[in-house]
């Protein structure tokens, strides 16, 4: 045994480091909560499992070959855990499978990655280094490992493992059986048995998909069904006809609605706006892993983006029954402008499944360095370099469907000096500070762009649903935002700080505030009604945000859901009123929770089944 240590000595030597490197790197570059001392034990265990299990893999190799096995399977794991800091310095999360292959989206991060990355970050390889220095320095060449050592070596790492996995269960039980989040995996069985899980899961979906058989759709059919809102008579067919404006107003999210920062209105513009519109302030975005895309994938489709992983990647391939193809159907010509390369986010892709007739993309638009910053063409330019595409759309003599996607307003939120209308804020936290900023440049991007459109004569014919794709400000910034919003953010209030706005515009029409608690999901049949186009019979999950019959309620792909007095986040329920956990009254919730998780599980089934092939809505339609 002893004699085992010795000759294999920097074997276990890299153990010990990657494993501790790992605890290290757990407390310093993520963010994880820790309740109490178990659950800070199962976090110092959960990466032996699989440290011993990847680096067993070099006991098959002996000699140099062992040496260099050891360096190999260290810096890969030691990358995996880098490209996870990185990660979550951009997204609050950790790396799921369908993401990594993301690789175009990568490559495109650009500027954003250079801010993510940071100098003292070598100190994640140094370690290697060193340790690679040391084996040559003593000619550490051991002699092939005997079946029986591996045997052990192999045996210790499921023991690891079945203890960790144990503790953890009693911390947290169903741990791997209930869907938890990301943040609960990592605390709980580690960073690399995650990976693992993380694959088993994603190869599951693709099963799914195999097995799913058509009479899944029936009882999803009846519930959408029997959850169909009818449409409000005084709206249905409102804007009959008329081109439709889609903007996704990027990261921008509800709290700088009618909100200063040093004496300085933030959105002046959407704020006049309001007045002659119809405006939700309790309009939720219900994004996941796949950010803007997710939103997109709500707004067509009224299905929720999935728990991991976005949607526009993993199932590209789907039957959908998207806005796009509906319209299309109606005499409509529909496009989308987003200045950026078209394969971000497998829109090229997914657009064509949805039915877009166009996609004016990176290079239908003039990007130079001058009118660029951050992740590029400048809001201001990108507006005014629609307009011709809107005329290209006018001239084929249809109303158009068209949905404009702004960029300046994303994370890490840059502006050149001349574009600044009002100052930075003034915290020590610079996102946050920048942030108002640049929001306030989008703003006034949207002002010259509604004068354009009018200037063009295309402001009377068409109507304007103006939404904030997810948030922009993540929870890693909580402490800014209680400076800037005075109060503590608790998880209450970073549930209600995932609110959007939400601004239908509809010229000749004075509009109101409207107070019905939704969320993207309601996008679609609102518009389709608005257009007087029936929904009934669709497969959707959201209702007409102006049907007299909707019921307020909106879930989070976070499972966190939002009703008319409620917030259930985080297992609480608490009072919109006080912002408390509800006392007393334990059930002012749960009458929603089965259809929170219903919801979510039914778009879930949909997608991961590919179901919509299934359905023959024609033939539904005259049921
Ligand atoms: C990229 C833009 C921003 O094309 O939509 O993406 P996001 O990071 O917000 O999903
Ligand atoms: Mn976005």
Known sequence: MKQAFADYKFFFIAIALLWVKTYIVYKTAFELPMDNKIQELILFI???????????????????????????????????????????????????????????????????????????????????????????????????????????????????????????????????????????????????????????????????????????????????????????????????????????VESTQNF??????????????????????????????????????????LLDNSLYPLPSGAVFFTHSQNQYNATPEILKEQGYYSSVQHANNKSFWNRDIMYDNFGYDRYYSLKDFEVTPENSIGWGLKDKDFFKQSIPHLKEMQAMNKPFYTKYITLTNHFPFTLEEEDEMIPEWTS????????????????????????????????????????????????????????????????????????VPLIIHMPGEKGKQMDTVGGQIDLKPTILHLLGIDTKGDIQLGSDLFSKDREDFAVLRDNSYITKDNVFTDGKCYDKATGKPVEGEENACEPYAERAKTELDMSDRIIYGDLLRFYDKDKAKQN
């Open 46 to 248: 959960n990466p032996i499992s699989s440290v011993i299990l990847f680096l067993g893999i070099t006991l098959y190799f002996k000699g140099k070959a062992h040496r260099r096995m050891i360096i190999a399977v260290s810096a890969i794991m030691s990358f995996v855990m880098y490209a996870n800091m990185v990660f979550y310095r951009f997204f609050n999360d950790f790396i799921t499978i369908p993401v990594l292959f993301q690789t175009s989206n990568m490559g495109d991060l650009g500027n954003s990655v250079f801010e993510l990355i940071q100098p003292t970050d070598v100190l994640v390889f140094v370690d290697i280094l060193i340790l690679a220095y040391f084996m040559r320095r003593a000619d550490y060449r051991p002699a092939r490992a005997s079946r029986k050592q591996i045997t052990l070596t192999y045996a210790a790492a499921i023991v690891f493992f079945i203890v960790n996995v144990g503790i953890a269960e009693t911390e947290r039980p169903q741990l791997l059986t209930r869907t938890f989040d990301r943040e609960m995996l990592i605390k709980n069985i580690g960073s690399y048995n995650y990976h693992i899980y993380d694959s088993i899961i994603q190869s599951k979906a693709k099963a799914q998909r195999a097995f799913a058989d058509g009479s899944e759709i029936t009882d999803i059919e009846n519930y959408t069904r029997a959850n169909y809102k009818e449409p409000n008579p005084e709206m249905f067919g409102k804007a009959k006809g008329k081109n439709v404006f889609v903007i996704s």
């Open 256 to 297: 700088v609605i009618n909100e200063s920062v040093n004496g300085k209105e933030i959105t002046p513009f959407m704020n006049d706006l309001i007045k002659d519109s119809y405006y939700f302030p309790n309009f939720y975005h219900q994004t996941g892993q796949g950010k803007t895309s997710d939103s997109e994938f």
């Open 428 to 499: 020590n936290d610079g996102t946050v500070n920048r942030y108002f900023t640049t929001v306030r440049y989008t703003d006034e991007a949207l002002k010259e762009f509604f004068a354009d459109v009018k200037a063009a004569g295309l402001y009377e014919d068409s109507i304007f649903i103006m939404y904030g794709d997810h948030y922009g400000i993540s929870e890693n910034h909580n402490d800014a935002m209680g400076q800037f919003l005075g109060k503590e953010i608790t998880p209450f209030e970073s549930t209600q700080l995932q609110k």
